[in-house]
């Protein structure tokens, strides 16, 4: 519908025909779950546009029912199957827009009237209704199988509506997307609000009788459940541009150009179905973001129109979801995606007030970046309460325009107390990554903590009352406001090894390894502190109390 419209704006004369297997055309398919959980009330508000409503406004002649089959790239036609027959259209030129379909997994009794999907209209409708029948006096059981972002999405509609819910993933860590460090937040999360969390473990059965099923696990586990929802993802639904000869890539998905023009000049093609170079790694795959396939439309309209277009960079992979009380968002590249192309990066992160700390109501925002070694930021995670959204669009801006650690210290950012910082989350990105990469502040990350507890001298630079609550086995305590004086003690203990340094999330660790370099000893400050650490290695070897 983005490309028609768009078409349509640039030319009153076209011929412009919409053709939709379905019975609805632009719907608010991101806005399904928000309606399942009563958020969004009406169900008529996710219905942009009717055939009317477009033909009204833009005249465009837009076909439900319609499913086209096959495509005739000599004779420039497509088979149309509707509920009368099929008939033959021909075109000038054509755009697929198939979108994706949901990866159906190998699961037994995938076809058990509890078990739901979440990707149309009709899924919500069917789903709703499922619910709706439970009664408010017997069990309200639900098992998602998924936790990407739609699975996450169900979860907290589901929630919303009263029900005991299980999640299933196979990987071994809620939204997979995200780096494994920040996925124990949202976990805790959702434990918060009775979720159980079954990790790196699938779904093998679900059976039952049609009021309720058992879903039995790869670990033998087994779920009761009156709703089963699987999302396990989406492959692209490029069956018709495969059989009609286009080339498709190696993960299934149309290549096109960066007009949007597939191996067949007169056929373009976009949205979830196509294949895109990803930014950072330069690799290609398929993204099914919205953001992304509207753009696309756009562009493919101006090139099939003859006009001037704008060509497509490389995808972000931008992407925001809400887990209940917390927020999780992602721009760029990975650390694992950075790690599986082999690029060289060192990760920074921060645990930093959305605001000011002193103005009420201050969030703490779990932020993650990778730069490369020449300071370009090349990706970015965040979770938090508040204020997320905001800092990750900021720098999926910073990595579109190629800034570096240098640049994000620099942004001139608003500020006032209710808002930000005088040094925004983003702007001390930059200044940490700025000391890390010119040596200023040598840093271990939490994966390094068993070779640290071989090798070096793990000083504790938080406070007695910190200290007291837990801390690691063999740890010296000295807090950062009495190192100065203590500088002896710490050198003794040290014996020659290497310092590591930690506080709670980096910031006065950071002041007490300058001092010790500035010393003269081998020192490094813990990226994240103890926040990182903990949420990394729930394994530690602790000592004193842990609660």
């Given amino acids: 519908m983005s490309a028609a419209a768009r078409a349509r704006r640039l030319d009153e004369s076209a011929s412009i025909v919409v053709l939709e297997q379905s019975a609805h055309v632009s719907f608010a398919n991101c806005g399904l779950p928000y309606h399942l959980s009563g958020e ?28 086209v ?12 199957a509707t509920a009368d027959g099929e008939y033959a259209l021909a075109y000038d030129a054509l755009l697929l827009a198939p979108g994706a379909v949901a990866v159906r997994p190998p699961i037994d009794g995938l076809d058990h009237p509890a078990v739901h999907t979440l990707r149309t209209v009709p899924d919500l409708d069917a789903l709703t209704a499922r619910v709706a029948d439970l009664p408010a006096d017997g069990p309200r059981r639900a098992v998602v199988v998924g936790a990407g972002f739609i699975g996450l999405e169900a979860v907290e509609a589901l929630v919303a509506r009263g029900l005991d819910v299980e999640l299933v993933e196979l990987a071994d860590h809620v939204l997979p ?4 460090e920040l996925a124990p937040f949202l976990a805790d999360e959702l434990h918060a609000h009775g979720v159980g969390l079954h990790l790196g473990v699938s779904a093998r059965e679900i059976a039952g009788d049609d009021e309720s099923a ?20 989406v492959r692209p639904a490029s069956d018709l541009a495969r059989d009609a000869g286009l080339e498709l890539g190696a993960r299934g998905a149309i290549r096109v150009d960066a007009d949007q023009r597939t191996s067949d000049p007169h056929v373009w093609a976009v949205g979830d179905a196509v294949e895109v170079t990803l930014a950072v790694t330069g690799e290609a795959g398929a993204v099914p973001l919205a953001g992304p396939a509207n753009r696309q439309g756009r562009r493919a309209a101006d090139a099939m129109l003859g006009r001037r277009t704008t060509p497509q960079a490389p995808v972000l ?15 760029g590249a990975s650390q694992a995606a ?6 060289e990066h060192e990760v920074v992160r921060i645990h930093a007030a959305h605001h000011a700390g002193y103005f009420p109501g201050a969030q703490q925002v779990h932020v993650v970046a990778s730069f490369a070694p020449d300071g370009r930021l090349l ?13 990750i669009d900021v720098l999926a801006t910073a990595l579109r325009a190629g800034m570096t650690a240098d640049d994000l210290a620099e942004l001139e950012l608003a500020y006032a107390p209710p808002y930000g910082s005088a040094k925004d989350p983003v702007n001390m990105l930059g200044f940490v990554a700025q000391n890390v990469l010119d040596g200023t502040m040598p840093q271990w990350h939490a994966a390094d903590l068993d070779d640290v507890l071989a090798t070096s001298l793990v000083l504790d630079v938080r406070s007695q009352g ?26 003794a203990a040290a014996g020659g090894r290497p310092v590591a340094v930690h506080c709670a999330s980096g910031v006065r660790s950071h002041i007490a390894t300058r001092v010790l370099l500035q010393a003269g000893l081998d020192a490094r400050n813990l990226s994240g502190g103890w926040i990182s650490l903990t949420a990394t290695r729930p394994d530690l070897p602790l000592e004193g109390a842990t609660s």
């Avoid at 997307?177 to 494994?180: E, G």
Wanted: cysteine-free; glycine content about 10%; charged content about 20%.
């Fill in 40 to 67: 969004i009330a009406q169900r008529d508000a996710l219905l942009l546009h009717t055939p009317a409503s477009l033909h009204a406004a833009l005249a465009l002649d837009v076909r439900t029912g319609s499913r």
């Fill in 214 to 233: 058992v879903v039995t696990l790869s670990d033998g586990t087994r779920l009761p459940a009156e709703v089963v929802v699987v999302n396990v993802g």
């Fill in 466 to 491: 910190e200290f007291d609550q837990g801390h690691l086995v063999g740890a010296l305590h000295v807090p950062h406001t009495e190192l100065r004086g203590r500088l002896d003690e710490v050198r």
């Fill in 317 to 331: 992979g931008t992407a925001i979801v809400r887990v209940l009380g917390l927020t999780a968002a992602v721009t």
């Fill in 379 to 391: 990706g970015a995670q965040a979770v938090g309460r508040d204020g997320v959204d905001k800092r």
């Fill in 338 to 343: 950075l790690a599986r192309a082999g690029i």
């Fill in 177 to 180: 997307p995200l780096d494994a």
């Fill in 69 to 80: 089959t096959a495509i005739d790239r000599a004779a420039r036609t497509v088979t149309v």
